[in-house]
């Protein structure tokens, strides 16, 4: 899982020395024609969205990334230094549904263009590889690795309601209740009530009491696993609080929340497709940095060697709080002819 569960040193030294092979497009989609470009042995004619037609962006935003698009950003292989330097240009990919399965239906988009048809197969079973990805990593991680995931996961999704109050005004804790246990809380919940309790004091004290708290890596991987869809084993249940105490109760009665994807998903994607996956930022004027430095690459490397060109996700709305909650939308990487580091907007 990347950063999160080793650092890139540790996956170098403890990997046999391979060579990775030349990094080119695998063949495209059928519907799509085949272009040649000088970088690669096989692309594809690109869609090209407009950063002016993208909703939601301040002008300080949609110059940036025009810039990007037009210059385009070069990336070097970060192990085999005799690869050449590659320059993608980023277009937006299209809108994605906002329910929480942003990530995974971004990395379908953003990776179909380099992948063969069917080869992501849907925004759901991504959801399902990267749960099984990060069971298998964190099953056969050591203890000490396992723990400091486990420290991560911790702090997403079960903060420490006594600290933290510097980064954001309200925390939010995770819980998953069994759908076949709803009932059964509902009248645990209105015996409360009717001792007096008021509704979200109690609902608040059930839920703790008995539903499982996202804590640990077997309960991320619960957690990560629901898609807000009828066949889910569980229902996603958000307490919020303030310094002040509870905030609000979010039961999610008709079960239809999500698991929105974070960087421990990011980094199992990254692992499952063998390359690199950044996440593109670009702050708007209320994020008090200049213009000139509004623009974030965050890299998710995968375990293993990479063997594949990099993927590109847009984090539009940067919140920087609500475990994971940020909306993520797909970049297109148009590859393109080498030009001169200097030239270019963005060094990788």
């Known amino acids: 899982?990347?950063?999160?569960?080793?650092?890139?040193?540790?996956?170098?030294?403890?990997?046999?020395?391979?060579?990775?092979?030349?990094?080119?497009?695998?063949?495209?989609?059928?519907?799509?024609?085949?272009i040649t470009t000088a970088t690669t042995t096989t692309s594809v004619d690109f869609p090209s969205t407009s950063w002016e037609e993208v909703t939601g962006l301040e002008d300080q935003q949609r110059r940036n990334l025009s810039r990007l698009?037009?210059?385009?950003?070069?990336?070097?292989?970060?192990?085999?230094?005799?690869?050449?330097?590659?320059?993608?240009?980023?277009?937006?990919?299209?809108?994605?549904?906002?329910?929480?399965?942003?990530?995974?239906s971004a990395v379908e988009k953003a990776a179909i263009?380099?992948?063969?048809?069917?080869?992501?197969?849907?925004?759901?079973?991504?959801?399902?590889?990267?749960?099984?990805?990060?069971?298998?990593?964190?099953?056969?991680?050591?203890?000490?690795?396992?723990?400091?995931?486990?420290?991560v996961i911790k702090n997403l999704y079960t903060p420490d309601l006594q600290t933290g109050w510097g980064i954001h005004i309200v925390q939010e804790l995770k819980l998953l209740a069994l759908k076949s246990d709803r009932q059964i809380l509902d009248d645990a919940i209105l015996e409360l009530l009717n001792l007096g309790m008021l509704r979200e004091t109690a609902a608040e004290s059930i839920y703790k009491e008995?539903?499982?708290?996202?804590?640990?890596?077997?309960?991320?991987?619960?957690?990560?696993?629901?898609?807000?869809?009828?066949?889910?084993?569980?229902?996603?249940?958000?307490?919020?609080?303030?310094?002040?105490?509870?905030?609000?109760?979010?039961?999610?009665?008709?079960?239809?929340?999500?698991?929105?994807?974070?960087?421990?998903a990011i980094e199992c994607l990254a692992t499952e497709f063998k390359r690199e996956i950044f996440v593109v930022q670009a702050h708007g004027s209320d994020a008090m940095v200049d213009e000139d430095n509004c623009v974030f690459f965050l890299p998710h490397r995968p375990r293993g060697e990479i063997t594949e060109p990099p993927l590109f996700l847009f984090m539009k709305g940067t919140s920087w709080c609500g475990a994971g909650a940020d909306?993520?939308?797909?970049l297109i990487a148009h590859p393109s002819s080498p030009v001169s580091q200097e030239k270019v907007g963005f060094v990788l």
């Open 69 to 104: 698009q037009a210059k385009g950003v070069l990336w070097k292989h970060p192990e085999d230094k005799t690869l050449p330097p590659v320059v993608f240009r980023l277009s937006h990919g299209g809108d994605v549904d906002s329910d929480g399965n942003c990530l995974f």
């Open 113 to 151: 263009w380099g992948l063969r048809e069917g080869e992501c197969g849907g925004a759901k079973e991504l959801r399902r590889r990267t749960v099984k990805r990060f069971e298998e990593d964190f099953g056969s991680a050591e203890n000490e690795e396992r723990e400091k995931v486990e420290i």
């Open 210 to 264: 008995r539903c499982i708290a996202v804590d640990d890596g077997p309960s991320w991987a619960k957690y990560m696993s629901i898609s807000g869809s009828p066949d889910d084993e569980y229902d996603i249940i958000s307490l919020q609080y303030t310094e002040e105490g509870l905030l609000t109760v979010d039961e999610n009665r008709e079960g239809r929340a999500a698991a929105f994807g974070d960087d421990i």
């Open 327 to 330: 909306h993520y939308e797909p």
């Open 1 to 34: 899982m990347g950063k999160l569960l080793c650092d890139s040193a540790t996956v170098t030294d403890t990997l046999p020395p391979q060579t990775p092979p030349l990094l080119t497009w695998r063949d495209p989609p059928s519907t799509i024609t085949p």
